[in-house]
């Protein structure tokens, strides 16, 4: 699923630099369904990356990025 995932995000990441709003849509429907069918099967941070549309820090993580930035959302780094 994550090879899936993976792909769905750099669809939408291009779809975004384009401005090409369908594909936009399109990629983000197919994540939130990947979201709701491996919910218990994804790593937890994912999840987290996923449910808050976080897509570029998905894309970083799936990437194998260890050092992705802290968000607003805090984390263990952001307090």
Known sequence: METDIKSA???LLAGISS????????EM???DDFLAAGR???H?????????RS???AHLY???ESDIPVGI??????R
């Open 19 to 26: 401005g090409d709003g369908p594909i936009i849509a399109t």
């Open 73 to 78: 959302c805090g984390g263990k780094h952001g």
């Open 40 to 42: 218990g099967q994804l």
């Open 55 to 57: 897509y570029a820090k």
């Open 9 to 11: 995000l750099d669809n």
């Open 62 to 64: 799936l990437g194998g």
């Open 44 to 52: 937890p941070q994912l999840v987290h990356f996923l449910e808050n």
């Open 29 to 31: 429907g197919r994540l």
